[in-house]
Structures are given as structure tokens and as C-alpha cells.
């Protein structure tokens, strides 16, 4: 068992400001020094590649936990296949406890003002993810979240606290879409854009998991 992170705001604001223009990897191996009771979550959404690549290259056996929603693209699924397979992911995988078919017949996808879309997306979303932190304990959670992308995602800077206490660390925070496609570039890391999340209508609501 790794060290138990014991940090304040205070101190994540002092992180935030150290870390500011630092290298992904150099964010990454101090986020380590904290703890190595670490994950990386993943979607395979667009850009995803980059924050897998730059975090098994500091750690390759780090374990990725991939919650899958089980509504994905079929290029998404190839796309997750290959990323898995290039860069030898230490991945466990997490479904929601009923097929999407199941759903499909009882359910539906709900829209986002139906009184079924918290349900759905608990039972898509929520519970997996909680089941996969439930089962890892980490003190230190990778994820590729930017500024930009929403409103609470502008709030939180490289380093932040999640509601459960655990260290989140967002290495490209700062990183554009243009400089994120040289960074893949420079890798030789694949890309995907045909992805979908059934539990967002609009590109920039958030995803119930940061918030």
C-alpha cells in the first residue's frame, strides 16, 4: 500500500502554481512521488492516447481502468484496441451491470429533460466508475480533463481534489486541440473522432463524474 496523500487546497493551489508550464511527464512522475497508489481512466474519446501514452511511459504497468458505457462506436471499440495493444495497457475493464440491449428494450438512451436520464446515466456511468474506485483505492487519479471544455473544467486547474478526497492530476490541462494532434504526431498515436456518450446531448455539459 502506497502512502496516503494528506493535501490541502493550499497546497494544490502551491502545486498548480509550481507545475503550471511544466512537461506532462515531469506533472506525471511528481503526482507519483505523492503516491503510487495511482489510476488512469480512460474513454477512449478523441486525444485520449495522449494522457495513456504519457502516463505508461512514466509507469507502464499503472492499471487503466476503462468504464465502458457499452454504447460506443465500433471505431471507438477499434480504436480502443489498438491504443490497448500499441502501447501494452494494464487495462481492466468495467460494464454496466445490464446490456445495453436489455436496456435498449425497457429504457431507451432517455433525453437529457427526460426523468429517466439520471437513472441511465447512473446505471451507464456512474456505477461503473464508482465500482472501479471501489475496487482500486487509488490516492492519485490520471484523467485527460482540460480547460476549455466546460465551465466546472475551467475551475480546477493541473491538480485538484475529486468529492471522494483523491488527488486528480490533468497533465495536459493547458494543451490546445492543435498541440495535443503534434503531440500525437511526434508519438505516432492514433486518433479517434466518431465517438458518442449517450448521457450527453451537448459537447460541453459535464460528464457527471468530474463534477
Known amino acids: 500500500m502506497g502512502k496516503v496523500i494528506m493535501i490541502d487546497e493550499n497546497q494544490i493551489e502551491v502545486l498548480n502554481e509550481q507545475y503550471k508550464s511544466a512537461a506532462p511527464a515531469k506533472i506525471i512522475k511528481k503526482a507519483l512521488e505523492l503516491s503510487t497508489e495511482a489510476v488512469v481512466t480512460t474513454n477512449f474519446r478523441p486525444y485520449e492516447a495522449a494522457i495513456l501514452h504519457a502516463v505508461s511511459k512514466v509507469e507502464s504497468q499503472i492499471p487503466v481502468v ?98 471522494d478526497g483523491i488527488l486528480k492530476v490533468s497533465p495536459f490541462y493547458y494543451w490546445s486541440d492543435e498541440k495535443l494532434d503534434t503531440y500525437l504526431s511526434n508519438n505516432n498515436l492514433p486518433n479517434e473522432f466518431k465517438y458518442f456518450d449517450p448521457t450527453k446531448a451537448l459537447e460541453n455539459r459535464e460528464c457527471g463524474l468530474h463534477a
Open 66 to 163: 476503462w468504464c465502458d458505457t457499452g454504447y460506443n462506436t465500433p471505431q471507438t471499440y477499434k480504436h480502443a484496441e489498438q491504443v490497448i495493444s500499441d502501447l501494452g495497457l494494464n487495462v481492466f475493464l468495467y460494464v454496466p451491470k445490464q446490456t445495453s440491449a436489455h436496456r435498449d428494450v425497457v429504457m431507451g438512451i432517455p433525453s437529457i429533460d427526460s426523468p429517466k436520464h439520471a437513472l441511465f446515466t447512473e446505471q451507464v456511468k456512474l456505477e461503473p466508475f464508482k465500482r472501479a474506485m471501489d475496487e482500486h483505492k487509488p490516492q492519485v487519479w490520471f484523467t485527460n480533463l482540460r480547460q476549455g471544455q466546460t465551465a466546472f473544467r475551467n475551475s480546477i486547474g493541473i491538480f485538484s481534489l475529486s468529492k
